[in-house]
């Protein structure tokens, strides 16, 4: 094969080369390192003059926040919901994405998702179709596809900590629907936000018995019987497999901080630092 006749082979690896570099996607004859912007900054084998490099990498972090703060800033009440990317039309899991997608459409909460395929591509198909805001936040990864085309408002973020910042701080209440690791980070981290009361009235629901019964039953049989969590631990996680009873979840949290805020023991620091920390952001206009 003459040299300038790569590009038609299917099996050269430049053929099929398709990147998402931040908000650059680099396809086909393009070079491209291809390691991500999150493994350069965690990669503790990197060049001797991380010294010069590491604190101009603080820029570009807070870039990245001012980005993802203005696009969203003006976002109504919303409500992440994260699963597989694996998990695509036609099976079980895309459709119950699909209903509580269009469920918190009509029930007025936009739907944020990582934006990928799979249950994430349902929630926001669900979100658009009963015409509802449909908000996907990306992440550079070098395995995986673009935003799905259900998105109306995207978001590609370089840093995983910065994205998942803006899930936390633009939602009212985390769904999650069977999924792998990612979906576990997700799980996880918003649960140890809410035990340690860095947030405040947010709701974690895991729909779908049949595949979230094992884990919690560990963490009943495990973590409560050894006593490394408490029982009020435990209760923040609501299983269940009905999409009518998840919206009534989120939206009896969100009564109640309504109601908390109206009080006029609200005005007391010492009441809305404990009620809300979002509050601002949860009840803006």
Not at 27 to 39: A, V
Not at 56 to 72: K, N, P, S
Not at 199 to 206: G, W
């Amino acid at each position: 094969m003459a040299p300038d006749d790569t590009r038609d082979d299917p099996h050269h690896p430049r053929h099929t080369w398709d990147q998402q570099c931040g908000p650059v996607r680099l396809r086909r004859d393009i070079d491209c390192d291809d390691s991500t912007t999150d493994q350069r900054l965690l990669d503790q084998r990197g060049p001797s003059d991380w010294v010069h490099t590491d604190p101009w990498r603080v820029m570009r972090i807070q870039a990245e926040f001012v980005e993802g703060f203005g696009a969203l800033a003006e976002m109504p009440r919303a409500v992440s919901v994260f699963g597989s990317a694996r998990t695509g039309p036609g099976t079980g899991e895309y459709e119950s994405a699909r209903k509580i997608g269009a469920a918190l459409a009509e029930a007025g909460y936009a739907v944020i998702t990582g934006g990928g395929p799979g249950v994430m591509e349902g929630a926001n198909k669900g979100a658009s179709d009963a015409g509802g805001l449909s908000v996907g936040l990306g992440i550079e990864l070098p395995f995986e596809q673009g935003l799905n085309d259900w998105v109306d408002l995207g978001i590609d973020f370089r840093y995983f900590f910065v994205r998942k910042t803006m899930f936390v701080k633009y939602s009212q209440a985390f769904i999650c629907l069977p999924g792998g690791f990612g979906t576990l980070d997700e799980l996880f981290e918003a649960l140890t936000l809410v035990q340690t009361r860095k947030v405040t009235r947010f709701p974690i629901i895991l729909l779908g018995t049949r595949f979230w019964g094992g884990l919690v039953q560990w963490i009943t049989d495990q973590l409560l019987e050894s006593g490394t969590v408490s029982p009020r631990d435990v209760d923040l996680i609501h299983v269940t497999d009905s999409v009518a009873e998840a919206i009534a979840i989120i939206d009896a949290a969100q009564d109640h901080i309504h109601e908390a805020l109206a009080s006029p023991r609200a005005t007391d620091p010492r009441i809305t630092d404990r009620l809300a920390p979002r509050a601002a952001d949860r009840t803006a206009p």
